[in-house]
């Protein structure tokens, strides 16, 4: 007889697993597509007899930081939405001249 906790937890790895391999198929390149898939499902089966409830919750932190990895690889960086102010084109933008304004300014 397994607690509720068990079975949550366990819709929790294959809802994880199956996230994996959905962002897994996004990325372009084949090679490394079919390394992270690879990766993914050796990590995922490496990991299947584990039983104790804090190793799990800490293998599940771990892998939800390495879904945001690899959804990062997928997801293209817009340069054009970016709100550094790096490549701003404002004029009346002083940054970075030190001493131009108030107090330094002799009056």
């Known amino acids: 007889?397994?607690?509720?906790?068990?079975?949550?937890?366990?819709?929790?790895?294959?809802?994880?697993?199956?996230?994996?391999?959905?962002?897994?198929?996004?990325i372009q390149d084949e090679d490394v597509q079919r390394?992270?898939?690879s990766q993914i499902k050796g990590d995922f089966r490496r990991n299947l007899h584990i039983s104790d409830a804090g190793?799990?919750?800490?293998?599940?932190?771990?892998?939800?930081?390495?879904?945001?990895?690899?959804?990062?690889?997928?997801t293209?960086?817009?340069?054009?939405?970016?709100?550094s102010w790096i490549k701003s084109e404002d004029q009346s933008d002083v940054r970075g001249r030190i001493g131009t304004g108030w107090p330094?300014?002799?009056?």
Do not use: C
């Open 76 to 83: 293209p960086q817009s340069s054009e939405n970016s709100s």
């Open 35 to 37: 390394d992270v898939v």
């Open 1 to 26: 007889f397994q607690p509720l906790k068990y079975f949550i937890r366990q819709r929790q790895i294959k809802s994880l697993y199956r996230q994996f391999l959905k962002t897994a198929k996004n």
């Open 55 to 74: 190793v799990v919750a800490a293998l599940l932190q771990e892998a939800n930081r390495s879904l945001k990895m690899v959804t990062d690889m997928t």
């Open 104 to 107: 330094w300014n002799s009056s």
